[in-house]
């Protein structure tokens, strides 16, 4: 069973930072395009940015210049760093392998995800 660890969540004023990591076995981390998505309040989860093996990213629009995605392949372990948040960054945050870096279809159950909340 993979496990999906997400953290770093937390509350934080609009302006603020907030960095996430999730952690996964080195089988499943050694393999896939890792991904963090993110669920608003009363909205449907979202893709929010991509890694690739090799590091090559992608953002979504709402995110780009702001939010930076990296990966520890030591560590099995991805990153969102979170600068300049928003109100509308509010959600919980889960991450995902994909199959590819176009790829929206998450790959393997949800963890527990983390809780970001931006003050306004």
């Known amino acids: 069973q993979v496990q999906l660890v997400e953290s770093g969540g937390g509350l934080v004023q609009a302006g603020g930072s907030l960095r996430l990591a999730c952690a996964t076995s080195r089988s499943i981390f050694s393999i896939y395009t890792m991904a963090w998505y993110r669920q608003a309040p009363g909205k449907q989860r979202e893709l929010v940015t991509t890694?690739?093996?090799?590091?090559?990213?992608n953002y979504a629009d709402s995110v780009k210049g702001r939010f930076t995605i990296s990966r520890d392949n030591a560590k099995n372990t991805v990153y969102l760093q979170m600068n300049n948040l928003k109100p509308e960054d509010t959600g919980v945050y889960y991450c995902?392998?994909?199959?590819?870096?176009?790829?929206?279809?998450?790959?393997?159950?949800w963890g527990q995800g983390t809780q970001v909340t931006v003050s306004s």
């Open positions: 995902n392998p994909v199959r590819s870096p176009t790829a929206t279809i998450p790959l393997y159950s």
């Open positions: 890694i690739t093996r090799s590091g090559g990213t």
